[in-house]
């Protein structure tokens, strides 16, 4: 065959190839769109859709209790703080506000992610109940917990952990106190899903170290309307370890992605 008729039907079985494809051919790869960049410096606590500082005005000298310092997102605990459960304490904030009147809502079947960095310091400690200091839950009073990260003892031993709290299936967890005191990489992601629909993947880092990359599909990660984000600190007063004290949280370089 010459060169010239060998060209003319090169490009015609690629003209055939590319119709037969049709669309996918050339459908984009799901990539991570930024959604939300909140500054603690400039925007403030306008960063989140609600903040619960004290809502039940148990302790007015501390207050606020959530506040910015600099470009962090700081949440104080005091011993003497009570939510309006008296048997627990609450400083959290909730939700991706974009605007004085948007925010963002997680749908079913939407796949987002967040990222920030944490500062944990060795006054905040693993207890025999529950301290939670990230949450994903359905708004609105009295909604049980979908996801939770957490600050648990297990045999004695100080943990972070991730659970689908409904479930109570534990997705990872790893040693505290290593990662205490010192900034720590966060990067959770989660797909909203009824039944098995939903998926969650939890990554931790101090600095290049990768200390726990932990994921879950097939999971139940909706109650009911739509998934919010919670961060703070949320714990319980029933610990037996004797490790409530006054303490803190810190985060910043809060970033929100959706996977588009």
Not at 154 to 179: C, F, S
Not at 206 to 217: F, R, Y
């Amino acid at each position: 065959m010459n060169p010239s008729r060998r060209a003319l039907l090169g490009a015609a079985i690629g003209g055939a190839v590319a119709a037969t494809a049709g669309p996918s051919a050339t459908a984009h790869a799901a990539s991570w769109r930024l959604r939300w960049s909140p500054s603690a410096s400039s925007g403030g606590l306008g960063a989140f859709e609600t903040v619960e500082d004290d809502r039940a005005d148990s302790h007015p000298a501390g207050q606020p209790h959530i506040l910015t310092e600099g470009d962090n997102f700081r949440f104080n605990m005091h011993t003497v703080d009570r939510d309006t459960s008296t048997d627990r304490q609450r400083q959290e904030v909730t939700g991706l506000r974009t605007s004085g009147s948007s925010y963002l809502k997680w749908l079913p079947g939407e796949t987002w992610r967040i990222t920030y960095r944490m500062y944990i310091p060795g006054s905040l400690k693993a207890t025999t109940t529950f301290t939670h200091i990230m949450q994903m839950k359905q708004p609105g009073n009295g909604t049980s917990p979908i996801v939770v990260q957490s600050l648990r003892r297990v045999n004695g031993v100080q943990t972070i952990e991730l659970k689908l709290a409904v479930a109570d299936i534990l997705v990872g967890r790893t040693d505290l106190l290593p990662l205490q005191n010192k900034w720590i990489d966060v990067d959770f992601r989660i797909t909203v899903g009824d039944g098995t629909a939903g998926s969650v993947r939890w990554i931790l880092k101090d600095g290049s170290t990768t200390v726990i990359d932990k994921s879950k599909s097939g999971a139940d990660t909706l109650l009911a309307d739509r998934v919010r984000p919670k961060w703070g600190i949320y714990r319980s007063l029933g610990d037996t370890s004797g490790s409530l004290q006054d303490t803190h949280l810190l985060l910043t370089g809060m970033r929100g992605y959706q996977l588009v």
